[in-house]
């Protein structure tokens, strides 16, 4: 939501009179922007990162205020947080309007986390086969997960701990803490982590900034490949 409205601002047409319209609904939130697409850019061109801008003086103060990262990121980066939802983001684009339908997000989805994880482990596993991946507290789609471990060949090099009271102590046998969360906030188990002195990495953009207390720990964008993760 965030990124569509601060494209909603930094996208439209200012030269034509109009409202940007915000319609909430049970199961979405639908945006229309005043403005089409500009410099020949289509619906595909944008979901890949490709921008020009309408407003180059309002973009660079959004930039300087870091409300932006880089020019082109937010269609990607929207995309990348529903890349395991099954409802996915509508975007739509009219000579004059920009219509963009957001699904309400289904946080029932935990083992979407978990999936990540695996695809992460799978490249680093490739690189080093004495790693071992320990997974605690799964949830209701173990089965789920336990199916992906099997696919990927990863059986004998997986630890499923289940539900521990004793993740401190788990921690003591660990190298590195991964967290590649899709919307997790502000985890408790990340100061955990660093308390255990472990290298951390989690998602940029996703886990709040408050969570880095030690130089240890690492922000990486969900928007980059397991390979580049591992």
Do not use: C
């Amino acid at each position: 939501i965030r990124e569509s409205l601060l494209n909603s601002i930094i996208h439209r047409d200012y030269n034509v009179y109009g409202s940007t319209l915000i319609n909430i609904y049970e199961s979405s939130i639908e945006i229309v922007n005043i403005g089409g697409l500009i410099g020949g850019l289509t619906v595909e061109a944008i979901k890949k990162g490709s921008s020009a801008t309408r407003n180059p003086k309002l973009a660079s103060i959004f930039h300087r205020l870091n409300y932006v990262d880089s020019y082109g990121s937010g269609i990607p980066r929207i995309l990348v947080k529903y890349k395991y939802q099954e409802r996915q983001p509508k975007i739509e684009v009219t000579e004059n309007s920009f219509f963009i339908t957001i699904p309400k997000f289904d946080n029932t989805l935990e083992s979407n986390d978990m999936k990540i994880l695996i695809d992460i482990f799978n490249e680093i596993h490739k690189k080093n086969k004495d790693t071992k991946l320990i997974m605690v507290g799964i949830g209701e789609k173990e089965d789920e997960i336990r199916e992906k471990v099997k696919n990927l060949n990863l059986e004998d090099s997986t630890i499923f701990a289940g539900f521990r009271k004793d993740v401190n102590k788990i921690m003591q046998a660990m190298d590195v803490f991964l967290l590649p969360s899709l919307y997790e906030g502000l985890p408790v188990v990340g100061v955990e982590a660093q308390a255990a002195g472990l290298p951390s990495f989690t998602s940029k953009d996703v886990v709040t900034s408050e969570v880095k207390i030690t130089d240890a720990f690492e922000f990486i964008s969900l928007e980059k490949s397991a390979e580049y993760w591992a």
